[in-house]
């Protein structure tokens, strides 16, 4: 259930949706409120002009609709600048411009304007119309003030996306996302223990689609263990792609409730997304460094602030102590292991591809041999700092086989050499 909710709210409709309902009722209620006041004889209400059956529908009539005629050209921009970013950055980002909350209440006040407007328009009346004369005063004035906070908006979404296509917003929102994974699945140890790997006889519950794990709802899982005195061992954890194949190992009671609990509490989807993936966190600045590396792009100044983003959570993971795999229940027993990555599996997935795109490029270079550095500085425990090490080596050997200049070679080396020699003191 939590994924789906994150997914909604990451949605271009989700919002519209919630506020053009809401749009309606409002719109519903006022000329309500409006036939009340005719009813009483309170129509000439303080700052509140009296206005004609045709005044009334043609201001609503231009509200619905330039607001609509605003709306549409204002998305078409931001799909163009989807497009743009997703060739320049990376197609995986597209989805942090969709699960921005400020673009998707920009179209919610736009598309809930017209719907509100349309529904008031309907309850405009003359004499040519067979009824009495109404106009809803009250709603129509409400509609006015929509108009004007819709200007107020169209000015801040022009501003906003100006600012959130620059490179600095991107990294910023992805370094974000990081952290706050990082702290998810390493730094919140409450309710976790040690793991034991269930038995190899352990009954294999299958999944009953094809796609990414993108969430595994663990205290579902827990409970749906506990009631059957079980322990299940997550075999395809976020971020791994299934198609029928194990999600995970029950180890117990034989229960049809627990597999159905198992299927339910993982959720699939098209693409991965950093909820519980904490490499694909990772791998999204990766990316943005790599891709700025390319020939076609060439902006190491790019895949530098890249680097530096990422040094706010391997910082932090590195720091942190060896993830706790096990979940407990209530009493302490051991009812779920997930397969959390360790820290050492994000290092590697980062320096492996700084040896492969970086090493041409001097300013990207210096940007991950501070990475390293800044690691080493948090790093206490022996198989972090032993891993970054072996993976400091390999780049020292990897950049000696390119030959660079020697203007270019002494520095890197001399770094590289520097906390390599740290490294070796444990």
């Known amino acids: ?51 004609s059956a045709s005044g009334g529908r ?6 619905a609709g330039s607001v609509l005629t605003v709306a549409a050209t204002s998305f078409s921009i931001t799909i163009s600048v989807m497009a743009t970013t997703s060739s320049a950055y990376g197609p995986r980002l597209v989805r942090n411009f969709m699960a921005d909350r400020a673009n998707q209440l920009v179209l919610a006040v736009f598309t809930s304007t017209f719907l509100y407007s349309l529904v008031v328009l309907l309850s405009v009346r003359d004499q040519q119309d067979g009824d009495s004369a109404f106009v809803p005063t009250v ?18 979404f022009i501003h906003h996306i100006a600012l959130s296509v620059q490179v600095t917003t991107l990294q910023t929102s992805v370094r974000n996302e990081l952290v706050r994974v990082v702290g998810q699945v390493y730094e919140d140890t409450e309710g976790r223990g040690a793991a034991v790997p269930s038995a190899e006889d352990g009954r294999v519950v299958e999944s009953d689609g094809a796609g990414y794990v993108q969430y595994v709802d663990v205290a579902a899982l827990r409970r749906a263990a506990k009631s059957a005195d079980s322990v299940v061992t997550v075999l395809a954890g976020p971020g791994d792609h299934v198609a ?8 117990g009671v034989a229960d049809d409730d627990v597999d159905s609990a198992v299927r339910g509490a993982v959720t699939l989807g098209s693409a991965r ?6 490499r694909f966190a990772v791998q999204q600045l990766t990316e943005m460094a790599v891709r700025a590396l390319s020939p ?41 292991v997930m397969p959390w990555p360790g820290v050492e599996l994000l290092i590697d997935d980062v320096l492996v591809a700084v040896r492969t795109y970086a090493l041409g490029s001097p300013v990207a270079l210096h940007a991950a041999i501070g990475l390293v550095e800044r690691m080493e500085d948090c790093a206490e425990r022996v198989t972090v700092r032993s891993v970054l090490s072996e993976q400091v080596r390999e780049l020292r ?27 070796a003191v444990v």
Request: proline share 5%; net charge negative.
């Open 244 to 251: 029928g194949e194990p999600l995970a190992r029950v180890v």
């Open 296 to 336: 076609g792009t060439n902006d190491p100044y790019t895949a530098a602030s890249a680097f530096d983003g990422l040094a706010a959570g391997l910082c932090r993971a590195v720091q942190a102590a060896p993830v706790a795999r096990g979940c407990l229940d209530d009493e302490g027993e051991l009812r779920v």
């Open 397 to 423: 050997g990897a950049y000696d086989a390119t030959e660079p200049l020697d203007a270019d070679a002494q520095p890197v080396r001399a770094r590289l050499d520097a906390v390599s020699a740290k490294l």
């Open 1 to 51: 259930m939590r994924a789906r909710w994150a997914s909604a709210r990451e949605s271009f409709w989700f919002l519209p949706t919630a506020l053009g309902v809401s749009a309606m009722v409002l719109a519903q209620l006022l000329v309500a409120f409006d036939r009340l006041l005719v009813s009483k004889g309170l129509t000439d209400l303080p700052l509140l002009d009296q206005l």
């Open 273 to 278: 997304t950093p909820t519980q993936d904490v």
């Open 139 to 156: 709603a129509v004035h409400v509609a006015v003030i929509l108009a004007v906070l819709n200007v107020a908006f169209l000015v801040f």
């Open 58 to 63: 043609a201001i609503l009539t231009a509200i």
